[in-house]
């Protein structure tokens, strides 16, 4: 019967991520019996792979993969699969001093074409020389390539009748490129961002030895991709140069057995586990309909939360709904980061869990100020308090003038320390426009700085202005999101337009409605919501299922969104057009 790695081996002592190189990394981790071990969207153990196998197949394949003409410093996308061969190809590249660049699954696409037409841009980008993927694409792989110049491009199931190259492998360089990172493209279409060697090594030996306080008991369970910076650093890298197990499920199931998760953890005592408000959304919201009595997580002492605005309400209602399975609170870890920093910033205290900071909403928006609501204050707004910056590494919140500002004054986040990218592959100009000659990273991001720790309000290009108000588009979406009966989770996007005589704000609403008038009754209900509870007017667009768009790591793009409302390629139902315009 197959059986998943243990969660430690005794008698190995502990290294924390005190390498050179991903490589050094491996070649220690296998001396372990622990490793990554992957799990059905039904939670069956598909296959277990400790670090001494995953180092001899990752050995045999950077062979092949030089024997298949590449060479050291050639970019190679991998379409990053939840699944043991991506994990072997990742690390062959890295004995082989290749360049892994991580590329999305189809599920973000809503189709063949938009998920052709995205990966050629991404390996455009890159400047690949060789696309790698998992046997179900096998037929999307040639047209994905084609006309590219392309060294290789195979799936990794052939990639075993190559002949390996004859040699010894070349050395890693702890100052090279460990892999390409693509951003998640919430603003803009993605980048490739070049992670140093040393740049991961330094995160993940930051995070885990000082934030998580990793031990060799500690086992990790998963579900993001391998393709997003959440999962690959935290997930793949961190276990493996700590020399822990982790059981991870596929990403694309998640979304219809989320509990797997939870099952998972109680399961195999998982005692880490990382993932974004709407994972925690998505279990709360199952764990009402489906019952879940053999539950225990009582194992789970860091559940990190990231990836996007933490949604403080998510939080409240998780731990309430697994209060009773043994979830503890204070087991929440609200942290900040970005693939530009390779994956963290900051963390909140080990043990203390999730607080909030509730601030006078009018001050807030007019004056740029956090001030602490009080029993006169019209209207409140909490935010996550997401911890103190990583050690050997600075932060600073800077007005337009780029002057550093006290506590409470929300402005532009600045970042610098070891963790940061070396740039933009291939894009100076990128580069030079968020990362200043002394090291400082422009994260695009605005928030503000309470008693040492960095609070996030939003995206800077996601801001709406209106007669002086900054308004957060997240904060009219959750609204609606959280008391219109007809709208679920991710079913609203709002952004601002250039109008006459001023700025406009717009909605769009994900509607599965088809009665006329049901439409027009909702669009007038979120026309004065609005109105009542931010004091805006707003157009409301009802718009089909699915029809607003996502990044690859499953956020709203609202950027993407605005540039289809305004080409025309996102329109209203007539039934509703005249109601979502004025709120009548």
């Given at each position: 019967m197959l059986e998943p790695t243990p969660t430690f081996q005794p008698g190995f002592a502990m290294r924390a991520a005190d390498f050179g190189t991903l490589a050094e990394a491996l070649d220690y981790a296998a001396g372990d019996s622990t490793g990554f071990n992957f799990y059905s969207g039904k939670g069956a153990l598909v296959e277990a792979l400790p670090y001494r196998t995953l180092r001899q197949d990752a050995l045999a394949l950077a062979?092949?993969?030089?024997?298949?003409?590449?060479?050291?410093?050639?970019?190679?996308?991998?379409?990053?699969?939840?699944?043991?061969?991506?994990?072997?190809?990742?690390?062959?590249?890295?004995?082989?001093?290749?360049?892994?660049?991580?590329?999305?699954?189809?599920?973000?696409?809503?189709?063949?074409?938009?998920?052709v037409a995205h990966l050629r841009r991404m390996l455009e980008r890159a400047?690949?020389?060789?696309?790698?993927?998992?046997?179900?694409?096998?037929?999307?792989?040639?047209?994905?390539?084609?006309?590219?110049?392309?060294?290789?491009?195979?799936?990794?199931?052939?990639?075993?009748?190559?002949?390996?190259?004859a040699g010894g492998l070349p050395a890693p360089d702890p100052e090279g490129i460990a892999y390409l990172q693509f951003s998640s493209g919430s603003t803009r279409f993605p980048s490739g961002i070049a992670v140093s060697q040393r740049a991961a090594m330094a995160n993940t030996r930051i995070t885990g030895a000082h934030a998580l306080q990793v031990t060799e008991t500690d086992r990790g369970v998963s579900w993001l991709p391998f393709y997003h910076d959440m999962g690959l650093v935290g997930c793949l890298l961190t276990?493996?140069?700590?020399?822990?197990?982790?059981?991870?499920?596929?990403?694309?199931?998640?979304?219809?057995?989320?509990?797997?998760?939870?099952?998972?953890?109680?399961?195999?005592?998982?005692?880490?586990?990382?993932?974004?408000?709407?994972?925690?959304?998505?279990?709360?919201?199952?764990?009402?309909?489906?019952?879940?009595?053999?539950?225990?997580?009582?194992?789970?002492?860091?559940?990190?939360?990231?990836?996007?605005?933490?949604?403080?309400?998510?939080?409240?209602?998780?731990?309430?709904?697994?209060?009773?399975?043994?979830?503890?609170?204070?087991?929440?870890?609200?942290?900040?980061?970005?693939?530009?920093?390779?994956?963290?910033?900051?963390?909140?205290?080990?043990?203390?869990?999730?607080?909030?900071?509730?601030?006078?909403g009018g001050?807030?928006?007019?004056?740029?100020?956090?001030?602490?609501?009080?029993?006169?204050?019209?209207?409140?707004?909490?935010?996550?308090?997401?911890?103190?910056?990583?050690?050997?590494?600075e932060i600073e919140v800077r007005d337009d003038s780029g002057r550093a500002l006290p506590d409470r004054h929300v402005g532009r986040i600045f970042a610098r320390g070891p963790s940061l990218m070396s740039g933009y592959f291939g894009a100076p100009e990128d580069t030079a426009r968020v990362l200043t000659s002394d090291g400082w990273l422009d994260t695009g991001d605005l928030g503000y700085l309470l008693d040492g720790e960095i609070v996030i309000t939003g995206r800077a290009k996601d801001l709406i202005i209106v007669n002086g108000r900054n308004l957060w588009p997240q904060d009219l979406e959750w609204t609606v999101e959280a008391e219109v009966d007809a709208v679920r989770t991710g079913d609203v996007a709002v952004f601002s337009v250039f109008g006459e005589p001023a700025e406009e704000v717009v909605t769009l609403v994900q509607?599965?409605?088809?009665?006329?008038?049901?439409?027009?009754?909702?669009?007038?209900?979120?026309?004065?919501?609005?109105?009542?509870?931010?004091?805006?007017?707003?157009?409301?667009?009802?718009?089909?299922?699915?029809?607003?768009?996502?990044?690859?790591?499953?956020?709203?793009?609202?950027?993407?969104?605005?540039?289809?409302?305004?080409?025309?390629?996102?329109?209203?139902?007539?039934?509703?057009?005249?109601?979502?315009?004025?709120?009548?």
């Open positions: 062979r092949r993969l030089l024997g298949a003409g590449l060479e050291p410093g050639c970019r190679v996308g991998i379409v990053a699969e939840s699944d043991g061969d991506f994990v072997r190809a990742f690390f062959a590249c890295q004995y082989a001093t290749l360049v892994p660049v991580p590329l999305p699954l189809p599920t973000a696409f809503g189709g063949k074409d938009g998920y400047q690949a020389d060789a696309l790698l993927g998992p046997a179900p694409l096998e037929g999307w792989l040639a047209e994905i390539a084609a006309g590219l110049d392309l060294k290789l491009v195979a799936t990794l199931a052939a990639l075993r009748q190559v002949t390996p190259a276990p493996t140069v700590f020399q822990r197990s982790i059981d991870i499920i596929p990403t694309h199931e998640f979304a219809r057995r989320p509990l797997v998760w939870l099952d998972l953890i109680s399961r195999n005592r998982g005692t880490v586990s990382y993932g974004p408000s709407f994972g925690y959304e998505l279990c709360a919201r199952r764990a009402e309909r489906a019952a879940s009595p053999d539950l225990d997580l009582s194992s789970w002492r860091c559940a990190g939360i990231g990836g996007d605005l933490i949604r403080p309400d998510v939080l409240e209602r998780f731990a309430e709904r697994f209060a009773p399975r043994g979830f503890d609170a204070n087991a929440f870890m609200p942290s900040y980061g970005m693939a530009e920093a390779t994956l963290t910033l900051s963390i909140a205290p080990l043990g203390r869990g999730a607080r909030f900071d509730t601030v006078d001050v807030f928006e007019r004056e740029h100020r956090a001030v602490p609501a009080s029993g006169g204050s019209g209207r409140s707004r909490a935010f996550v308090i997401c911890g103190r910056i990583l050690p050997d590494h509607c599965r409605m088809r009665d006329p008038a049901e439409r027009d009754a909702l669009a007038k209900s979120v026309a004065d919501l609005i109105r009542g509870r931010h004091g805006v007017e707003s157009k409301i667009v009802l718009v089909p299922p699915h029809s607003l768009p996502q990044t690859t790591s499953g956020k709203l793009s609202r950027s993407r969104a605005r540039a289809l409302y305004l080409a025309g390629a996102i329109t209203d139902a007539p039934s509703a057009a005249a109601a979502g315009a004025d709120g009548e």
